[in-house]
């Protein structure tokens, strides 16, 4: 039995006085669990909400920055696409001095939507994100998943309220530009110095240093490539080894179809009654659909089977294009195809899938890479910016735990390991989508069927086929907390510092 530290005993005037007795002997009720339960979730939860209450009394509307690192560096990003932005914006809210370097003349992402689930959004907020965003995001109700042939419900994730409850933030969709310049205009307003048109061609991975074509080189304490999928920075940190993410056999059309083309009919005007995700799946295929822009355009992502050369690509003409994808549909729900015949163009990417790297940081310990270029994935689960928009926030959390630049390899070791487990993980989660929702009709998609249909008939379920509802999958996530998880490395790996910041 579990003894109380103290117990109180009478004098002889009558009044009481506390013994206090050796703790030492007696056994400490455990403040967390390390075996998985969730039993002790509503503690986090509340010690969180606490947390956080007390730094938005603290901030500002106009003041964004968080609490400075006590190592004040330079820093110089590769790349503003959405990882180098979110990597600028971590770093620059601590107090360090960022400077992105850019390619292109000028900002732009590709005119498609983006999902951001709960385990980035909750980042996000937290840097103050959510002003700039609010007005362009939607926030789905649940995902659908439905049956290639003719529509049926055959798994159904629940959002809201259920994200927001438990995993303590909202699961937003947003068109790629509106949440692109968000993040560029927070920058901006962090101090962060974006330099466009200016092309990386060299990189001194000692000074460290990158010099761009027109000659200008930029130097600081650390370099971050975040230079996405065809990274020169990644076969820096490999030794010169490059390990380029492969090809998956597979590629998906991006389109967006306007929604009042789709309100003219009563079937595919349905699909638009409540804000949700719905996602088509089949043999080989699939077609996941949500609508972005504060729910005036209708996004869709249509992947299907090709192992001709992307290079190719480029040579067929847009018709020529449109009409292979309506024929990789043929057949497929009637609703469905109606609205792909609603599509006036289209773009088609190759899918790739980066295989876990050993390193991420550069022997010089002054250059490391994130993002697309550390750890390309395919877009099964949603999850590839989210991952950068972790990287981002782990580095920063990272650098905070140390307290001199003599300390910084061993904080950016912790957190590259914490880092490629993690995203080794989520392009393995990934891929098992594709596994998931390719089956063709036979016994194992009656069995995944036969496994998500607790969920659509609402009755309690353990495990799921669908990874957004499996209970475990979820919780690995969505619930995931990449500052947490860096520190809690770095407690682990430093017992006798116990350094704290604060924090
Ligand atoms: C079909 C599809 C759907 C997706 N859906 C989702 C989703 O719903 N949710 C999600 O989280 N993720 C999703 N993703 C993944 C997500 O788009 C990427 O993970 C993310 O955009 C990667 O960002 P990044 O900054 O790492 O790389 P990039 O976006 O590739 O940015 C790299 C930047 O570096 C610049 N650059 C490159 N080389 C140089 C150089 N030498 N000098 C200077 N600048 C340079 C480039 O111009 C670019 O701006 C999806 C991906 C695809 C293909």
């Not at 998985?36 to 964004?64: I, N, Y």
């Not at 490539?225 to 820096?236: A, E, N």
């Not at 638009?272 to 799946?281: A, D, E, S």
Request: negative net charge; hydrophobic residues 40%.
């Amino acid at each position: 039995m579990i003894q109380a530290d103290s117990e109180t005993t009478a004098n002889g005037n009558g009044s009481s006085q506390v013994k206090t007795e050796d703790t030492a002997q007696f056994i400490k009720l455990p403040d967390t669990a390390s075996y998985p339960t969730g039993s002790l979730d509503f503690l986090v939860k509340l010690r969180k909400e606490q947390a956080q209450q007390e730094a938005m009394e603290k901030l500002s509307l106009h003041d964004r920055r968080d609490k400075p690192s006590r190592l004040s560096l330079k820093i110089v990003i590769v790349g503003a696409g959405l990882g180098g932005l979110a990597a600028a914006i971590a770093l620059a809210r601590k107090g360090h001095k960022v400077t992105v370097v850019e390619q292109a003349p000028f900002l732009a992402e590709v005119g498609a939507g983006i999902q951001i689930p709960s385990n980035s959004s909750r980042l996000l907020i937290k840097w103050g994100l959510k002003p700039y965003l609010a007005a362009k995001v939607v926030t789905p109700e649940s995902i659908a998943f439905k049956r290639w042939q003719n529509g049926d419900v055959i798994a159904l994730t629940k959002l809201v309220p259920e994200f927001q409850e438990n995993f303590d933030a909202p699961y937003y969709v947003v068109h790629r530009a509106h949440f692109h310049d968000a993040l560029y205009q927070l920058a901006l307003e962090l101090g962060v110095d974006v330099i466009l048109n200016s092309k990386v061609n060299n990189y001194d991975e000692n000074a460290p240093s990158v010099t761009v074509e027109d000659g200008k080189t930029y130097t600081g304490d650390l370099v971050i490539c975040s230079d996405g999928v065809k990274s020169i920075g990644r076969s820096k940190v490999l030794a010169g080894v490059d390990q380029a993410p492969l090809r998956t056999g597979f590629a998906a059309y991006r389109a967006t179809v306007d929604v009042e083309k789709m309100k003219a009919h009563p079937d595919t005007a349905k699909l638009l009654l409540v804000p949700g995700l719905n996602l088509w799946i089949g043999e080989m295929r699939h077609v996941m659909t949500y609508t972005i822009s504060g729910g005036k355009a209708f996004n869709m992502v249509l992947s299907h089977p090709d192992r001709s050369d992307p290079a190719g690509w480029v040579k067929q003409s847009p018709e020529n294009i449109l009409s292979q994808m309506r024929e990789h549909f043929n057949g497929w729900d009637p609703t469905l195809t109606k609205i792909i015949d609603m599509i006036d163009t289209t773009l088609k990417w190759p899918l790739l899938s980066g295989t876990p790297l050993k390193s991420w940081v550069a022997s010089s310990n002054k250059l490391l890479i994130m993002g697309d270029a550390a750890h390309a994935m395919v877009p099964y689960m949603s999850q590839g910016a989210a991952m950068a928009v972790e990287d981002a926030a782990a580095l920063a959390e990272a650098i905070d735990l140390v307290d001199n630049a003599a300390d910084l390899p061993e904080a950016l070791h912790i957190w590259e390991s914490v880092r490629i487990l993690r995203t080794s993980q989520m392009q393995e989660a990934s891929l098992i989508n594709g596994k998931l929702w390719h089956f063709p009709d036979g016994p194992e998609q009656r069995a995944r069927d036969a496994a998500t249909r607790a969920e659509v008939e609402g009755r309690q379920f353990t495990t799921s086929a669908n990874q957004w509802s499996d209970p475990t999958t979820q919780r690995w996530c969505y619930g995931y907390d990449a500052e947490a998880e860096v520190k809690k490395a770095w407690d682990g790996r430093l017992p006798s510092k116990g350094i704290s910041n604060g924090h």
